[in-house]
């Protein structure tokens, strides 16, 4: 986009469109009139007859040129004029105005609009192929650009919010896990690339982060046509098909092991207040005394019973033969 020209937005100064009209109207009249009253001495052979077609003449030329001036602007909606092919100016005020009927006008909306990209395929910072969508919410804020400065400013919006898309989700990971998994046995160039993964917000979790990145990409990118983008959503994300079901079997080990990690530090903090719960005197009693063994002992079969995934079927001795 760098040395590209950029259209410089002129407020047209624009006359009120009901003064206009009121000037209009006493002129059609009075070309009517004159026009009848030429004609009736123009038959009688009178010398002012040609007088007074031309004033019906020039009244009603007069009328037509207010007439054809006046052009009504809806709220949030803008109007540039080109004369002979030149940019003459942006009428931005809602209202009824009148112009140089001279002047053709292109109206640009000025309202926000919400434009959703299609479903794109890219690579993710760790190579992996997912499919991400997004929504951008933007609006014109000069119309000049958006008419002279673009072609399409709807299809240009369309088109740099998937480049801007498509960059945010190549240079980020989907997420942490796989990064924060890559062992030693990696190559050096695989181990840079998760460091980096680790520095940078992940698609899937850092939304805000990435929202924010996404609203600062396309906007620097459609600055061009005069639109200003005001927010972005993605909403879609997932894995491509041809990986997503080795990438949820990879999720759910994860998710396993992490839910077994809880489970044995939660068993481990159970065992060990217990028996130190049961070795410490209360209420006048002696707490039980445990040897190294019985301890071990202990802790082995309450481990067991915590974290086993059936339920414990107690056994009661009791005695021993002689």
């Not at 942006?90 to 006008?105: H, Y």
């Not at 990064?179 to 160039?189: F, K, L, R, S």
């Amino acid at each position: 986009m760098a040395g590209a020209s950029v259209t410089q937005d002129v407020p047209y100064r624009a006359l009120n469109g009901w003064l206009a009209l009121g000037l209009a109207i006493p002129c059609l009249a009075l070309a009517a009139l004159t026009f009848l009253g030429g004609g009736v001495l123009v038959l009688g052979r009178g010398s002012a007859g040609s007088v007074f077609l031309l004033v019906s003449a020039g009244a009603l030329a007069a009328g037509i040129v207010l007439l054809a001036g006046l052009i009504t602007l809806k709220p949030r909606q803008a109007a540039v004029l080109t004369l002979f092919g030149r940019y003459h100016g942006t009428i931005a005020r809602d209202g009824f105005w009148w112009r140089n009927p001279l002047t053709a006008v292109a109206k640009v909306s000025l309202a926000t609009e919400a434009q959703e990209t299609k479903i794109i395929t890219v690579n993710d910072l760790m190579g992996n192929p997912i499919t991400i969508a997004a929504a951008a919410i933007w609006r014109v804020q000069d119309a000049a650009r958006a008419t002279f400065d673009v072609g399409s400013y709807h299809e240009f919006v369309s088109l740099q919010a998937e480049a801007a898309l498509r960059n945010i989700a190549s240079t980020r990971p989907y997420d942490h896990d796989e990064a924060e998994n890559v062992g030693e046995e990696a190559g050096d160039a695989k181990r840079r690339l998760a460091e980096k993964a680790t520095r940078v917000a992940s698609l899937r979790a850092d939304r805000d982060a990435i929202h924010a990145d996404l609203i600062a990409e396309l906007g620097q990118r459609v600055a061009l046509a005069g639109v200003v983008v005001e927010d972005v959503r993605i909403t879609h994300l997932a894995y491509a098909p041809e990986i997503a079901g080795a990438m949820l079997k990879r999720q759910q080990a994860g998710a396993i092991i992490a839910a077994r990690r809880q489970i044995v530090e939660g068993a481990v903090a159970i065992v060990r207040d217990t028996i130190r719960r049961l070795e410490q005197p209360e209420d006048g009693h002696s707490g039980i005394v445990f040897d190294d063994q019985g301890r071990a002992s202990m802790a082995q079969n309450m481990l067991i019973m915590i974290v086993g995934d059936r339920e414990a079927t107690p056994v009661v001795s009791v005695g021993t033969k002689p």
